[in-house]
């Protein structure tokens, strides 16, 4: 497919310039370019460039993002076939009247119950990787 992990180096090591861009590596301003040049003695132009190397480092791969979305896409694919499955002879998808016969007294099946079980496993997963997940804007 032409995929290749092409990691991108880091910029030469500088604890100084490290601590400033892990701070606020988005939003640096000119004042925090002159005062990072100011403690490294580099120009601000080399301050500049090191900061966008490093930013550019940190971004995944054209790999990494066709694995993520690669893995999604069979989840969703085999979570929607298994639910088109556990479906398709319940009397209640094609006779809505159905939904009311012994209400509410429901018993749930056990292709059912593990459908929800998987979506809601996999939902929580989501939920609580939101907050290491690499941010992006795709």
Excluded at 5 to 18: A, H, I, M, T
Excluded at 38 to 48: A, N, Y
Excluded at 99 to 111: A, G, K, L, N, R
Excluded at 115 to 121: A, H, K, R
Aim: charged letters at 25%; a positive charge.
């Amino acid at each position: 497919m032409g995929l290749r992990d092409n990691k991108r180096q880091l910029p030469v090591k500088n604890e100084v310039l490290e601590k400033g861009f892990r701070k606020s590596y988005k939003t640096i301003t000119g004042k925090e370019v002159a005062n990072l040049s100011h403690k490294t003695g580099m120009t601000s132009l080399q301050v500049e460039r090191w900061l966008r190397q490093r930013r550019l480092a940190s971004l995944p791969s054209k790999l990494q993002k066709f694995c993520e979305t690669g893995w999604r896409w069979v989840y969703y694919t085999t979570i929607l076939v298994y639910g088109f499955n556990c479906l398709v002879n319940k009397p209640w998808l094609w006779n809505v009247r159905y939904c009311w016969h012994d209400y509410p007294y429901h018993t749930v099946d056990q292709d059912i119950w593990l459908y929800y079980m998987v979506e809601l496993s996999f939902y929580w997963s989501l939920s609580i990787t939101q907050f290491f997940d690499v941010k992006r804007k795709d």
